[in-house]
């Protein structure tokens, strides 16, 4: 039997822990927290999962909340304009909605990375709580024909270089602010709907509003990001729950009025239930190499770390576990040399690098193209249903929306089909 050690307790490394486990591997798992600590911590993350990530979970039989969950039907976009005459807060240009070919839903990591690690010490996986440094790695890793590292924060990521070709930015590229809330009223023009919120306020940031499943039942998600040094950077600092949330609201009245009206009764889910933050985006070198000579395999954003604007932190995770889950299966009784290890992740970048390129260009200021997409699926709805799914697929946008020629193009069917 195949031993493999797997260094994280994400998306991605349980996902693939659990996974490998199924299919008899000996998984030793490693976490720097236990299921309750996580439980009982604080939330870590905004994760909206679509389709076909949803359906890899399924595959597994691990989509243990899928019936407790919201089901997210449909994805809409809203676009502030300056403020009316008179006022300071923001109207908007643009607003719909369309519905998905398959619902999304998210599942508060607290409850859902606590849950997996309990099912996978019950069902016989090896799990250790410790928070591992390279010198563990270098020794644990003679003992395992495979170590997997899908811890994306601490030391462990310096042993991933930066793959410059694939990094265009250097610092952050937004300032992120998270609070989990009950209380939340729908959106009154379907209020029987439930939707994935976009809302962009150009040269400001963006709030994104979805349902979700925490601990301590459904809640809803306000997610600002703010583009640093600007009105909304306004975070920094802010450790108390309360203030936070009192500023998430303040800041929601004046750029995104509309979401603000139906928030004016929220309350926080726990003490935990507020992020604050910021990090550069960057893709990695697949392969990290300790100082005994020994190879490991970046898992995750480990080796893929995107903003979350675009919502495909945990699809990505969720798609890399898939990938590699398959790649191991396949690759058998053979050694997990370095050029497999590349072979690997070549094979999942051929799915990331759409996200990755997606991402970066909505971190960037919209060009004019980017505008008339949104503007007219206001009014042509299968240029919003398009849009909306794409974000199960990114791999869609290369054929209408990075380049103003593609766009005008199916548009311009878009219409005469329309």
Known sequence: MRKILVVGAGQSGLQLALGLQSHGYEVTLMSNRTADEIRSGRVMSTQCMFHTA?????????DFWESQTPRIVGLGVSVAGPPRAGTYTATR????????????????????????????????GQLVIHGAAVSDLDYFSRAYDLVLVSAGKGELVSMFARDPRRSPFTTPQRALAVSYVHGLGPRPEHPRFEAVRC???????????MPCLTTSGRADILFLEAIPGGPMDRFAGVKDPSEHLALTLELMERYTPWE??????????????TLAGRYTPTVRNPVGRLPGGGVVLGVGDVVVANDPITGQ???????????YLKAILEHEDKEFDEAWMRQTFDRYWATARHVTKWTNRMLEPPQDHVYDLLYTAARTPEVAHRFANAFDDPA???????????AAAYLAAAAGGA
């Open 313 to 323: 932190g945990s699809n990505s995770a969720s798609k890399c576990a898939a990938s």
């Open 54 to 62: 949803l359906q890899y979970e399924r595959d597994l039989g691990i």
């Open 199 to 209: 809302n962009l306020v150009p040269g400001v940031g963006e709030l994104f509003v």
């Open 93 to 124: 240009v643009t607003d719909w909605v369309a519905p998905l070919d398959g619902f999304a839903q998210s599942v508060d990591q607290r409850v859902k990375m606590a849950g997996w690690m309990e099912t996978f010490a019950q069902r016989g």
């Open 260 to 273: 603000y009206a139906r928030a004016t009764k929220v309350e926080l889910t726990d003490g935990g239930g």
């Open 396 to 406: 869609d946008f290369e054929d209408f929306f990075y380049e103003p020629e593609k």
